[in-house]
C-alpha cells in the first residue's frame, strides 16, 4: 500500500482556549493561510451572531450556514468562488464545518476549522457526510483535510 494512502490527515494547529475564536486573525496570520486578511467566515445558527461579534477581522464577510446540505454547501461554494478570498473559516459544529469544507473544496480555498463542539472529528476528516431523503444511508464526499 503506498505512503500516503497510510497517511492519517491532521490539522496544522489545535488551540483549545476560552477567547480562542477571537485570535482567529493572528492564526490565519502566522500559518501563512491568509496574509491580507480576506477571508470568508461561515457560521452556524445556534452561535453565529455572537461569534461574528467576537472576531477582529476587518475584511472578513460573515456567511450563516442554516442547514447541513449538499444544496446549503453548493450555495456557499458559489459564494466563495464569486469572492476573492484567501481562505474561509468554518467556525461551529459538525453539519457548519462539513459544509464550509465542501465549499471551500468547490472554491479551491483553504479551509480552517474551528470547532466549538469538540464532539466530532470535522476538524480533521476528509469527507463530509450527508444525508438525503432520497438516499437509503448516508453518503460522504471527499474534501481536504481543514488546515
Not at 16 to 28: E, H, K, P, Q
Not at 98 to 109: E, L, Y
Request: aromatic share 4%.
Amino acid at each position: 500500500m503506498p505512503l500516503l494512502a497510510r497517511m492519517l490527515p491532521s490539522p496544522l494547529a489545535i488551540d483549545v482556549r476560552r477567547g480562542a475564536i477571537a485570535s482567529l486573525g493572528t492564526v490565519l496570520a502566522d500559518r501563512r493561510i491568509a496574509t491580507e486578511g480576506r477571508i470568508a467566515v461561515a457560521v452556524g445558527p445556534g452561535q453565529g451572531a455572537q461569534i461574528a461579534a467576537d472576531l477582529d477581522l476587518p475584511q472578513c464577510e460573515v456567511f450563516q450556514v442554516e442547514e447541513g446540505t449538499v444544496d446549503a454547501a453548493t450555495e456557499l461554494g458559489k459564494k466563495l468562488r464569486s469572492g476573492a478570498y484567501e481562505a474561509v473559516a468554518g467556525i461551529g459544529g459538525g453539519k457548519t464545518i462539513d459544509v464550509t469544507k465542501f465549499a471551500a473544496t468547490m472554491a479551491g480555498i483553504p479551509m480552517v476549522a474551528v470547532a466549538t463542539n469538540l464532539a466530532h472529528d470535522g476538524i480533521a476528516s476528509p469527507s463530509a457526510p450527508w444525508s438525503t431523503r432520497a438516499a437509503s444511508r448516508p453518503s460522504a464526499s471527499p474534501c481536504p483535510s481543514p488546515w
